[in-house]
């Protein structure tokens, strides 16, 4: 059974920085797309990025330019390192690898 296990969030002032980590177990990591999603209090789980296993990204429109997605298939990590945040970047972030979804790290975006 794979798991997934998000790090890296945390309170972080507008303007700056996070890097997000998802790691997977079990050994289809490599060729399988990775996915970031995102959920914000009092709405919906959204889309953030995804990255394929031969590398190619694709992002939300909002988060273009800001955020960049990245993957180590030696380490069976995919990610998200967020620059110039705001505040309605604030939201528990989710990793996903085709059905399975991890627990979840929370970015707080705040002065």
């Known amino acids: 059974q794979v798991q997934l296990v998000e790090s890296g969030g945390g309170l972080v002032q507008p303007g700056g920085s996070l890097r997000l980590s998802c790691t997977a177990s079990g050994s289809i990591f490599s060729i399988t797309t990775m996915h970031w999603y995102r959920q914000a209090p009092g709405k919906e789980r959204e889309f953030v990025a995804t990255?394929?296993?031969?590398?190619?990204?694709n992002y939300q429109d909002s988060v273009k330019g800001r955020f960049t997605i990245s993957r180590d298939n030696a380490k069976n990590t995919v990610y998200l390192q967020m620059n110039s945040l705001k505040p309605e970047d604030t939201a528990v972030y989710y990793c996903?690898?085709?059905?399975?979804w991890g627990k979840g790290t929370l970015v707080t975006v705040s002065s």
């Open positions: 990255i394929t296993s031969g590398g190619a990204t």
């Open positions: 996903r690898q085709r059905l399975i």
